[in-house]
């Protein structure tokens, strides 16, 4: 079995969607409906909606909470580094710099709609 996707719910998919495509490398495959299907180098399909009410309309900013994560792993700690300044002039809230956390070398941002996201680096280049 393989996860194919993921679907997240923000009041605001295009500034959402803009941060994914312009910082993090994801492609927009189609758009529809207050949705719209990212897709990456690996072909892990993101799905950006709105809330839909059959899931319980509800998102993270109307919830007023962050209650998960998504992880991206770099090949290296200065390629982390370089993304936390790439992000510092972007619609990103970003609270501390990247510093030593688990064994990695990591910081976590919150991008639009409350998705927080850890950008990181452990170990062994990718």
């Known amino acids: 079995m393989r996860m194919n996707h993921l679907d997240v719910h923000v009041p ?6 803009a941060v994914l495509v312009t910082h993090f490398g994801f492609r927009q ?5 207050g949705l719209i299907v990212l897709r990456d180098e690996a072909d892990f399909e993101l799905v950006v ?3 839909v009410a059959g899931f319980g309309t509800s998102d993270q900013v109307s919830l007023g909470t ?6 991206f792993m770099l ?13 510092q002039s972007s619609d990103v809230e970003l609270n501390r710099p990247p510093k030593a956390i688990r064994g990695g070398w990591l910081f976590y941002c919150m991008l ?10 452990r170990g062994t280049p990718l």
């Open 12 to 17: 605001d998919v295009q500034r959402t969607v």
């Open 66 to 71: 962050s209650t998960y994560h998504i992880g």
């Open 112 to 121: 639009p709609g409350r998705i927080q996201i850890e950008i990181g680096f």
């Open 29 to 33: 495959e189609f758009a529809r409906d």
């Open 75 to 87: 090949e290296s700690a200065d390629a982390v580094d370089k993304m936390y300044a790439n992000l």
């Open 49 to 51: 909606s709105q809330p």
